[in-house]
């Protein structure tokens, strides 16, 4: 018996990862709001019954009902929407809740997430597989992409013989600004817009001081629209005492953005990185 | 003005050792600003700066940045250390912290509303940069309230009743926390989690001036009622005997720490440790008449605080640590020393 199980869950854990057709996506639950958003890309909305509290766009998400933060699943609220399938990228948790959900034979899959433009697409292919879409319909949505796509890739290039110094700033209430450090999704997006990331000396989203910003002076700062709280504009942001002696201030260099449309990695993402390149690659 | 009786206050009540030590403590104090200054992520020689009158970048840092960060550490650490010393004299317990009262939460709470719901209630805030150690202050000024209804203008039933609301205050402040901290984003909750462990990092000279103002303020009408926090430490029916207007003098220390404590929390977040444990180390070094005790607070959690965000300034630059982990990390091994040490004599 223990033997039958085991076996179960070595190949549901070999499944986990892949991308192939699953038998039922008639009610599908999203944990993720890159996913979210490919799902509604890909038209295939009808399928959803729910989706996490990170789902936030499009608007329509919000008639469906809410599972809660995606770390923070509720084994029973989840199959009491009785689902056939349930989508996740690698930070849907916690692990047991995962381990039980595949145990009642719900179909989870997670899917592999690189915050590159390839990943982007492979992401969509991978959703695309997993939603029963023709691989017909599949290129021709990619191809809706590929305009964007080759246009960001031509300013990468361009960007990269020179690459302006950015800095991405995820919050700034109540302490000092909290920035995108290496392995941040901050750091790959700004890496997608052919550019370099000021604060490559540490990792994660941490405080940094205000001295060091000014040390690091960078040429632009992005901020998530949310992060700029209640700062009523883009001037009361550049007078900050933390940001103000910046050549980005100074310069009016200061640029905001939707947090998901830029660190989701959905569909969103390869606009706003083109609308950043293109930014970044003038004079 | 109130300068005088607070001298004649603090020689006729000090002994001489103690004196010496509140000396040792300016000292102390001294060294920790004059570090401060000059050490930070943005590395250049500060007399150097002093003595060449050029305007450069060092001369904006230094001015416009650490300074503002160091004074205000400096009057946030004093604040607490003094409200702490001041509050457990009153309820005549040792645990007693500003955090007992009610108004550290009642700042986080509202502090906590800002971070979470800011953007949506506020959008495009005229004040930026001032409506979160607004908010904090509202939050800490609507917990006094409270407490001044629910005790009767701190007067109904002693000292226990008035801990006892302080902590039901608690409570519900930290269910709104909660709340706010299961609705937040990502963001928003790296914001909040940052916020609580405390920073100096918003310093600015238009966000200090007025904090400094205020803090002083209840600093002086809090330091001369010391001799009467001494009567009562007999017991309140017996400081009343003796002459003390125990009601006044509650309303007193808990007006002025929840002032002080209010705006320390508003614009550092919460640091705990300082409080409580600093009149603690006073004590232990010199006595406990509150002559001593009160200026020897301030002095030691204005040192305190400063070296503490000074190593949160440079130990992981360019990053920083949260200075709420830094004051408990260096506070709690010397506290634990003084300890042992105190028991084997």
């Known amino acids: ?283 | 003005m109130r300068v005088k009786p607070l001298v004649k206050n603090l020689l006729r009540f000090t002994n001489s050792s103690q004196i010496y030590l509140l000396g040792v403590l300016l000292i102390a104090f001294l060294l920790a600003f004059l570090a401060s200054i000059s050490l930070g992520s943005f590395n250049f020689s500060v007399f150097e700066l002093f003595n060449s009158s050029k305007t450069s970048l060092h001369t904006t840092v230094l001015y416009e940045i650490r300074i503002p960060r160091v004074i205000l550490a400096a009057f946030v650490g004093a604040s607490l250390g003094l409200s702490g010393a001041s509050l457990q004299g009153l309820f005549r317990n040792p645990l007693a912290d500003p955090g007992l009262i009610g108004v550290s939460a009642g700042a986080a709470l509202g502090a906590s509303i800002i971070i979470v719901l800011g953007s949506s209630l506020f959008p495009g805030f005229i004040f930026g940069a001032f409506i979160l150690p607004m908010a904090a202050i509202c939050g800490a000024a609507l917990v006094i309230s409270l407490l001044y209804v629910f005790t009767r203008g701190f007067g109904y039933q002693g000292i226990t009743y008035m801990l006892l609301v302080g902590i039901a205050v608690n409570a519900f402040a930290s269910v709104g926390i909660g709340i706010l901290t299961y609705i937040s984003t990502d963001s928003e909750l790296r914001g909040l989690t940052f916020w609580t462990m405390g920073s100096f990092g918003g310093a600015s000279w238009y966000l200090i001036l007025p904090a400094i103002v205020v803090i002083s303020l209840s600093m002086f009408w809090m330091i001369p009622s010391s001799r009467k926090l001494d009567l009562l430490q007999l017991g309140e029916p017996e400081a009343y005997r003796l002459g003390v207007d125990v009601k006044k003098l509650k309303y007193k220390v808990i007006i002025s720490s929840a002032i002080t404590v209010g705006v320390s929390v508003s614009l550092s977040g919460m640091i705990g440790f300082v409080g409580l444990v600093v009149p603690h180390l006073v004590r232990l070094l010199g006595g406990v008449n509150h002559s001593y005790l009160l200026p020897g607070s301030a002095l030691l959690g204005a040192g305190l605080m400063m070296s503490a965000d000074l190593l949160s300034r440079i130990l992981v630059q360019p990053a920083e640590l949260p200075v709420g982990l830094i004051t408990s990390a260096i506070g709690a091994p010397f506290f634990l020393w003084l300890i042992f040490r105190i028991r084997k004599i």
């Open chain 1, 1 to 283: 018996m223990r033997l039958y199980f085991l076996v179960i869950s070595f190949f549901s854990s070999l499944a986990l990862s892949d991308c192939f057709e699953s038998i039922d996506s008639s009610r599908t639950v999203i944990a993720g709001g890159s996913l979210t958003e490919i799902t509604y890309f890909l038209e295939k909305e009808d399928k959803l019954i729910a989706v996490d509290i990170t789902s936030n766009y499009p608007e329509e998400t919000k008639n469906l009902a809410s599972i809660g933060y995606v770390r923070a699943l509720s084994t029973e609220g989840l199959l009491s929407l009785s689902p056939t399938l349930i989508i996740g990228e690698d930070d849907m948790g916690p692990p047991l809740v995962i381990d039980q959900l595949g145990v009642t034979g719900v179909d989870v899959r997670i899917v592999p997430e690189e915050q590159t433009v390839e990943g982007i697409l492979r992401k969509i292919r991978c959703l695309s597989s997993i939603l029963g879409v023709s691989k017909s319909s599949q290129d021709q949505k990619i191809s809706l992409l590929n305009k964007d796509v080759n246009k960001l890739s031509l300013l990468v290039a361009k960007n990269l013989k020179s690459p302006k110094r950015v800095m991405l700033i995820l919050n700034m209430q109540g302490t000092s600004p909290i920035v995108a450090g290496q392995g941040t999704s901050g750091d790959s997006f700004i890496k997608m817009t052919g550019s370099e990331n000021v604060a490559s000396s540490f990792e994660g989203w941490k405080p940094v001081n205000s001295e060091a910003i000014i040390s690091y002076d960078p040429d632009y700062i992005v901020i998530t629209e949310r992060g700029m709280g209640s700062f009523a504009n883009i001037e009361s942001l550049a007078n900050d005492p933390s940001l103000k002696f910046t050549s980005a201030a100074k310069n009016k260099n200061i640029l905001t953005e939707d947090g998901m449309a830029m660190l989701g990695f959905g569909v969103r993402t390869i606009a706003s990185a083109l609308k950043f390149s293109e930014i970044f690659s003038k004079k």
